[in-house]
């Protein structure tokens, strides 16, 4: 229905630019009236307040969006329009009926959740009134704001012709049911021209070119990527007729490790290996094989697992619980499935607590991408807000525009992986509070490490934690700097039922009574036996020590870039990300130079940036980064004046990011993944 009112808007917005079908759209608009009258006296007496009548505000606000629209297009001279005295019969029906609505709007406006009509109401009323209303009300919703923008700079005719691109564009959302709301144009002409493009590879003859250009990407990708493995022995395609002995086996995975551990060992590679001292893998290893075969689905065979699962979770609640005894959790397989589980158990909280069926979540654009995983298996509403451009934090002001009664979760970052951000928790608790909604707090980075930093006393550690009455979920990594084997973490909850929110149970089954507290059903009993004994190796003497050399390292890189001077610092480098970009070279170039040099850092996207996320690994390893990062920076610079512009690794993959929409992008990299599995 919603597509059908919106299609009917825009041809009536061009309908009203031609005369002759003046007279048939005032017999229109009269019966609109008589429908609007009665629709606005009954909301008015409370019958249509509750939201849940969907269809009936819908028509209210179609009606609305016509008259305005109409009206505005109808009347030329606009300066003319005097509401106070006039005798024109058609503009005292039309202030008449601008009264109802600006009481109407304020009705309505907290709970205004259909951006689409508010941006054509708001917009409208300026011109109208020449911009008589206070625009800078809406300056914290983007899309508004452009818009008004775009109207002032164009004028009314123009803007005419861009609100009907808006509208088409807008419907094709609509009509492709987009689960992610667009704050921006960007966004929005993205998601469109994402769907556009699905749509189009039904058409023969572009089905066919892409699949020719996905056979050229597909082969360099072979040669970049796969030749390495493949040259590494015979490919086992099926099973050996004959098992390999065990010398054959551990002498071909000793020669492999051999190559590949020199670079993280040389402190060259960035996150991805946050401890890597000998002694303390031993112990790792040493204890995931005594539990390899244990499997936690079965506590009742073997209950020294239950006893180090139940500790983990207590150990790491210790650091965070900020003297909030009713918080609990589980282990889970990482901070992806940590995110997605704290998510559906705010998704089944808010539905079976307050009703809430179309859920909606709200975060900044730097959010990991784990949380878009989530909205796209759960189908939630995810509403993305542009970051500061200037701190790269979530906008509080912003999220408290885009709440409203569908809103089950607000997600931060302590701090973000791009930037290295801690964003406002403590402004975003209070919000969560005031509105009844949940804040989860991503800690995956920082959860064994800030809480040591606030111990040493560093100045940029702000409250994050459940010290903060709004904060109701978080997730903590141990397998980074909790320094535990990769495939571990913690989802906390500030309460019980939270927590049981996220359960899967199921008392049906033919098999017997089934219940698993995470999405996996058998799990690595080895896994969490040696996070277990990472934790009570390093006690809180040793992770403060690391975490001081960390510190340290991190100030020197971060004082090494800012002393470059093409380059410059996104953020202050608060933790443990050094993020940094060029204002005179491009940034991949420069990742490229570094890559030449055995170097493996980070590269990002919107904005364009480099980073390096500095571990147990770099430390005494700082200023070799910086010489080489120097060098450089120097020969992209010679090599660009010298007007070699040739790109490519990820400078040619990046800069072609952003030549093409989101379609295509996603068929590369579902070509990379298929690269990586296949043999």
């Avoid at 009548?53 to 009347?75: E, K, N, P, Q, W």
Wanted: net charge neutral; proline share 3%; glycine share 6%.
């Amino acid at each position: 229905m919603q597509f059908i009112l919106n299609r009917a808007l825009f041809l009536l917005v061009i309908a009203a630019e031609y005369t002759q079908y003046q007279e048939q759209l005032h017999r229109y608009l009269s019966t609109l009236l008589a429908i609007f009258c009665i629709i606005y006296y009954q909301a008015k007496r409370n019958v249509f307040r509750d939201w849940r009548h969907i269809r009936v505000r819908d028509a209210l606000l179609f009606i609305l969006a016509c008259y305005t629209t109409v009206y505005r297009i109808s009347f030329r001279n606009i300066e003319d329009l005097d509401c106070n005295n006039t005798k024109d019969s058609n503009l005292t029906v039309f202030c008449s009926m601008d009264k109802m609505f600006l009481s109407l709007f304020t009705m309505y406006l907290a709970d205004f959740d259909n951006y689409f009509y508010l941006l054509i109401f708001i917009t409208n009323r300026y011109f109208l009134y020449q911009g008589v209303i206070d625009v800078k009300m809406y300056d914290n919703i983007p899309m508004i704001a452009q818009a008004i923008q775009l109207g002032s700079v164009f004028g009314p005719k123009l803007y005419t012709v861009h609100l009907m691109n808006i509208f088409l564009t807008y419907n094709i959302a609509v009509f492709t049911q987009t689960h992610i709301l667009c704050t921006t144009f960007a966004e929005l002409y993205k998601q469109v021209t994402m769907k556009l493009f699905t749509y189009s590879l039904y058409i023969p003859f572009v089905k066919n070119a892409l699949n020719s250009e996905k056979l050229k990407i597909m082969d360099s990708f072979e040669k970049d990527l796969k030749s390495k493995s493949r040259n590494i022995s015979n490919s086992n395609i099926e099973l050996p007729k004959h098992g390999l002995s065990a010398n054959n086996i551990l002498s071909l995975m000793n020669d492999c490790v051999k190559v590949e551990n020199q670079i993280w060992q040389h402190g060259k590679v960035s996150g991805a290996i946050y401890h890597g001292v000998k002694e303390h893998q031993d112990l790792l290893n040493k204890a995931f094989g005594m539990y390899s075969i244990s499997n936690p689905l079965h506590p009742d065979i073997w209950p020294s697992g239950m006893k180090f699962e139940s500790e983990i979770i207590s150990m790491t609640k210790s650091l965070v619980c900020g003297n909030c005894e009713t918080v609990c959790g589980s282990t889970t397989s990482g901070g992806t499935e940590s995110i997605i589980l704290a998510i559906k158990a705010h998704r089944d909280y808010y539905f079976n607590q307050h009703g809430v069926t179309e859920p909606e979540l709200i975060c900044s654009t730097s959010a990991h991408a784990a949380v878009d995983k989530a909205c796209d298996l759960m189908k939630i509403k995810l509403v993305k807000i542009p970051m500061d451009p200037v701190t790269y934090m979530l906008d509080v002001d912003s999220v408290a525009h885009y709440i409203n009664k569908n809103t089950i979760l607000i997600y931060a970052s302590a701090p973000s992986y791009p930037q290295g951000v801690i964003d406002p928790i403590s402004s975003l608790s209070a919000l969560a509070l005031k509105y009844g909604v949940g804040l989860h707090v991503d800690c995956c980075l920082g959860g064994f490490f800030l809480p040591f930093a606030r111990k040493l006393k560093h100045p940029s550690v702000p409250v994050f934690d459940f010290s903060l009455p709004g904060v109701t979920s978080m997730s903590v990594d141990t397998h980074k700097y909790g320094y535990a084997l990769k495939g571990t973490s913690v989802v906390l909850y500030r309460t019980a039922e939270l927590r049981q929110a996220q359960y899967f149970c199921y008392a049906d089954w033919t098999g017997g009574l089934y219940t698993t507290p995470t999405v996996a059903g058998s799990r690595s009993g080895g896994l969490i036996a040696q996070c277990w004994a990472s934790l009570v190796a390093l006690g809180e003497e040793g992770y403060l020590k690391h975490t001081k050399d960390i510190i340290a390292t991190t100030k020197l890189i971060s004082d090494g870039v800012r002393s470059i001077p093409d380059l410059y610092l996104l953020g202050n480098a608060d933790a443990m990300i050094v993020c940094f970009d060029s204002k005179t070279l491009n940034i991949y170039d420069v990742l490229d130079a570094m890559s030449r040099k055995g170097w493996s850092l980070n590269s990002h996207q919107n904005p364009r940036c480099i980073h390096v996320c500095v571990t147990v690994t770099h430390v005494g390893h700082a200023q070799t980064l910086l010489n080489d990062l120097n060098e450089c920076v120097l020969s992209v610079k010679n090599n660009s004046n010298n007007g070699d512009s040739k790109k490519n690794g990820s400078a040619a993959i990046y800069g072609m990011t952003t030549a093409l929409p989101a379609g295509p992008i996603n068929e590369i990299l579902k070509i990379y993944n298929d690269v990586v599995l296949d043999n």
